[in-house]
């Protein structure tokens, strides 16, 4: 008998079984075949004939859903959509949709395999956004909302839908509890600084608040300038740049880096480009390790 082709649907459900999981071989979903052998460097050998899809869908989420060590930095990955001159948004701040349904499920497949979705207050106030897995399947993550100043409205879906934990994060000297727990509602936590700073965020403050209460697989999903801090700082292990086929003309860019003189100082990730089929994926690998 033939061997069985893995469809993206069943390289789906390879990706889910394979969350935190090292050092083991898969079967293929709903047999007992061998169809995935992850070892423990982030490696894996597909044993099994899959469609390019299939392939595709394995390369780009395989590396994310390696287990982080209790002692272990966060894992962090960042996402941009963008048009093809390099705007995530009109002037008036309009994004839904840049990208099409394709990249959107992307989207939701990476909030699939995190602990937690981060956004900074602009994206969560404009968009209105719910951070939630709906157009495939896996568990929702965390939310979490960067509102020094409370600037998003308590009407926002973050903060009243219930669909899963949210964790607001405003000014105040941020004090560790002795036995962190998340709610299943909202949750306030002081512990970005003066109310009254201008200053950016330190995004190592955010990350040390989610580790203390056990996510260390952290998604920066938006907007520009709260993923471009989180990469400027060199907190990014990942970055998927969903590039769609429009031109916008004028809007707000992508990224928000600090100038540089020579391209000799650029950043140059390792890549792999992804047909998404409505977008193109940009897969970018800023860790340092081989």
């Not at 390879?14 to 052998?37: C, I, Q, W, Y």
């Not at 936590?189 to 040390?208: K, T």
């Not at 590039?243 to 707000?252: D, E, L």
Request: net charge negative.
């Amino acid at each position: 008998m033939a061997a069985r082709t893995l469809d993206i649907d069943s390289a789906w459900e390879l990706v889910l079984s394979a969350v935190n999981r090292s050092n083991v071989t898969l079967p293929l979903p709903g047999t007992d075949k061998e169809a995935v052998k992850l070892n423990g460097h982030g490696a894996w050998h597909l044993m099994q004939p899959a469609t390019g899809e299939a392939k595709d869908l394995l390369s780009v989420f395989l590396p994310l859903c390696r287990p982080v060590p209790d002692n272990g930095s966060p894992k962090v990955i960042g996402q941009l959509g963008q048009s093809l001159d390099g705007r995530i948004a009109t002037v008036t701040g309009r994004s839904r949709f840049i990208n099409g349904d394709d990249g959107i499920t992307h989207l939701h497949r990476i909030r699939a395999v995190s602990d937690a979705v981060v956004v900074g207050a602009g994206t969560a106030t404009t968009d209105n956004p719910r951070l939630t897995v709906r157009r495939t399947s896996g568990r929702n993550p965390v939310r979490v909302v960067i509102d020094r100043h409370h600037r998003v409205p308590d009407s926002h879906h973050l903060f009243t839908d219930g669909e899963a934990p949210t964790l607001r994060l405003v000014a105040g000297t941020y004090e560790k509890a002795k036995n962190p727990s998340i709610g299943s509602g909202v949750t306030e936590i002081p512990c970005l600084g003066d109310a009254e700073s201008e200053d950016a965020v330190d995004p190592r403050v955010i990350l040390e608040v989610l580790a203390d209460l056990g996510l260390k697989k952290v998604f920066v999903e938006g907007g520009g300038v709260t993923v471009s801090c989180f990469l400027n700082a060199g907190l990014l292990d990942r970055l998927h740049v969903m590039v769609a086929p429009m031109i916008i003309g004028s809007g707000r860019p992508a990224f928000s880096l600090p100038e540089i003189d020579f391209l000799d100082d650029a950043l140059r990730p390792r890549a792999q480009l992804i047909n998404l089929g409505s977008d193109m994926l940009f897969d970018l690998d800023f860790t340092r390790d081989v």
